[in-house]
């Protein structure tokens, strides 16, 4: 048994414009130890996702299943999720201040913390905790700086004392939400490393959801690709890295921004992600698709195995049409993909590509 196990996970939010279909169907399952990035452009559900299964988002219709330990938070009563959240599986988000009280000291905060999920601990004993935690994830003079309030700490200060928060009741998951989004790159650097130091120390699991393939290149196990509200491409890290196979997740490699100077290589996807209260047809994606075909139009692919990972045991589904074996980044793979594109366009998919042709290159010459 997973950890957690999340099953056709559906979320939408009645709005008067119309039903916002935020997550439209996702399966993911993660063990402990291990973790899994969930990327996507802004907008892509994916912090909708996750926050659904923590009951943080009312109002929401919601339906699938999240089995954790068995136990399935979305049947689960706020009373039930209160205990889980924190003490089970917490959260790390990109805005330290949403977790951390401006006007409460650090140390108070972790220490309330602690003695709200076990009221048996003494406040010395969990003041002690406190220090020991802030010391855990780096805190200079964590005895003195316990009494800090939030703002006397740095940005990246304030990070490592959220993570100090999360792992104040040694949780079984924890979900980070774009946490170093807002950090420069050295102390994004150092947060990460930090998570994954403490990760291993204490056998705990990881959801990391980014925007930025660049930021889990290094401590993702599974990756889990959205695009409107769908997972469009769900493998292990090297198989995404090396063999994509959804030309969303290409795009998403390709406008990495790589900081090495001169080469620095920064391709942006062309055109908007669509909006989920009026979804184009077919494939979500086919408006900004350079391997756009007649069948991406009219018909919306569902996940299935490609490459060749599907015969040695590695999962690699992909929700496109391109053929099976058209992973990965190497000119014979382009020229699968190009192939298959050409072939497969007639009239409007020919005239979405040439629209294409304008921002980006791919296979838009007939
Ligand atoms: N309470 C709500 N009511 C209506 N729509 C909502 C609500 N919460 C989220 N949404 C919509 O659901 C979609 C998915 O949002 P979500 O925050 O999950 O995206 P995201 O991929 O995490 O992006 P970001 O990185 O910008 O947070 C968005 O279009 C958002 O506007």
């Known amino acids: 048994m997973s950890l957690l196990e999340v099953t056709d996970l559906q979320v939408s939010f009645n709005t008067s414009d119309g039903v916002v279909q935020a997550v439209r169907g996702i399966s993911f399952s993660i063990e402990p130890g291990r973790t899994l990035g969930i990327v996507g452009e802004s907008g892509s559900g994916k912090s909708v996702s996750t926050q659904t299964l923590l009951g943080l988002n009312s109002g ?7 089995l954790f330990e068995g136990q399935d938070l979305l049947a689960m009563n706020p009373d039930q999720l209160r205990r889980i959240r924190g003490a089970q599986i917490s959260m790390i988000f990109q805005d330290p201040l949403s977790s951390l009280h401006p006007l409460y000291k650090v140390g108070w905060q972790i220490v309330e913390m602690i003695r709200t999920h076990e009221p048996e601990v003494g406040k010395a004993a969990a003041r002690k905790r406190a220090v020991e935690l802030l010391a855990m994830v780096g805190i200079p003079q964590p005895d003195r700086r316990v009494d800090d309030f939030p703002h006397q700490f740095s940005g990246g200060m304030r990070q490592r004392a959220m993570i100090a928060m999360a792992l104040a009741l040694s949780p079984k998951l924890i979900i980070a939400d774009e946490p170093t989004t807002a950090l420069d790159a050295t102390v994004q650097a150092q947060i990460l490393d930090l998570m994954q130091r403490l990760q ?74 669509p909006s989920l209260i009026n979804l184009p047809t077919g494939c979500s994606f086919h408006p900004r698709c350079a391997y756009v075909m007649d069948k991406c139009i009219t018909d919306g692919p569902e996940l299935r195995a490609v490459g060749a990972e599907a015969d040695d045991g590695v999962r690699h589904d992909s929700a496109c049409w391109l053929p099976r074996a058209a992973t990965g980044l190497t000119a014979e793979a382009e020229q699968l993909r190009t192939n298959a594109a050409l072939e497969g366009r007639t009239g409007a998919a020919k005239k979405i590509a040439d629209q294409i042709a304008g921002e980006v290159k791919g296979p838009v010459a007939s």
């Open 60 to 66: 929401a219709r919601v339906s699938g299943s999240a």
């Open 200 to 273: 291993r120390e204490f056998d705990t699991a990881l959801i990391m959801i980014t925007h930025d393939l660049g930021v889990i290149a290094d401590i993702a196990d599974d990756v889990l690709v959205m695009y409107a509200g769908k997972p469009v491409e769900h493998t292990d890290r090297r198989s995404l890295y090396y063999r994509p196979h959804h030309p969303y997740t290409k795009g998403l490699l390709e406008s990495i921004p790589l900081s090495t100077g001169a080469s620095e290589r920064l391709t942006p996807i062309p055109g908007q992600p």
